[in-house]
């Protein structure tokens, strides 16, 4: 399996800006409100049962289950619902948002350090289309759930033996970006070792000395850049730290 990136430049048009603008934003609130909960949950865990804050303390019920992907995936239909903002942006969109979550969740769980934090307004600057049933691209459009055709610069044309697998729209300084992931079943075989081996030993009274027997004399520019002429160990030290 052979997967390959090819960035491209996408001309939405002013609509089409507008939308994707609202949608990232609403990937952020989604982004900060699952990370409000996942806060909450361990927040509502560590809270000592003789004392509470003196300021103010969410407890969660004790058969709350934990706010992991799976979870917070099947409380978005209810959270559409509630808010119907959520419905105007793809689903896939939304899942892979909890996805990017749960991703620095377990970075921190693993590494120890890297919480994740909230969102400011403006931070998220992508969005990821993970699956497509038909190739998007069409000439020179590229099609997109709920957005429709947007023009994308295809200067580079994808090979034949490829298809997309999944899309990411970047929002840069410069304008709009496609990250396509195109993916093949061509099987690249890992080179076998062939040749002769060899071990090479880097000494100090002779430049290198080789399993076969060779070795190499000093050169005489360590003499040089040292200035002297009589040891040979102190020379090369020395010249070591001066490269």
């Given at each position: 399996m052979l997967a390959l990136n090819y960035t491209y430049r996408i001309y939405p048009d002013q609509k089409q800006v507008e939308l994707l603008?609202?949608?990232?934003?609403?990937?952020?609130?989604?982004?900060?409100?699952?990370?409000?909960?996942?806060?909450?949950?361990?927040?509502?865990?560590?809270?000592?049962?003789?004392?509470?804050?003196?300021?103010?303390?969410?407890?969660?019920?004790?058969?709350?289950?934990?706010?992991?992907?799976q979870q917070q995936q099947n409380n978005l239909p209810k959270a559409k619902k509630e808010f119907p903002r959520l419905a105007a942006v793809p689903s896939e969109v939304l899942q892979t948002t909890i996805r990017r979550l749960q991703d620095g969740w377990d970075f921190f769980q693993n590494r120890g350090y890297g919480f994740p934090q909230f969102k400011k307004y403006g931070q998220i600057k992508?969005?990821?289309?993970?699956?497509?049933?038909?190739?998007?691209?069409?000439?020179?459009?590229?099609?997109?759930p709920k957005l429709g055709k947007v023009q994308i610069n295809l200067h580079r044309p994808i090979p034949e033996s490829f298809i997309v697998k999944q899309v990411r729209i970047l929002k840069k300084a410069m304008g709009w970006f496609a990250v396509i992931t195109i993916q093949s079943d061509i099987s690249i075989p890992a080179p076998l070792p062939h040749g002769h081996f060899i071990g090479v030993d880097v000494g100090l009274?002779?430049?290198?000395?080789?399993?076969?027997?060779?070795?190499?004399?000093?050169?005489?520019?360590?003499?040089?850049?040292?200035?002297?002429?009589?040891?040979?160990?102190?020379?090369?030290?020395?010249?070591t730290q001066i490269v």
């Open positions: 603008n609202e949608w990232l934003e609403t990937c952020r609130s989604d982004y900060n409100y699952a990370l409000r909960e996942l806060k909450d949950w361990i927040a509502s865990r560590k809270c000592p049962i003789d004392r509470c804050s003196l300021d103010s303390e969410y407890i969660m019920n004790a058969d709350y289950p934990f706010p992991g992907y992508s969005m990821l289309f993970p699956q497509f049933k038909v190739n998007p691209i069409t000439g020179w459009l590229l099609k997109l009274e002779k430049c290198l000395a080789t399993s076969d027997g060779f070795l190499e004399p000093g050169r005489k520019f360590f003499q040089s850049i040292v200035g002297c002429r009589r040891k040979p160990c102190r020379r090369l030290s020395a010249t």
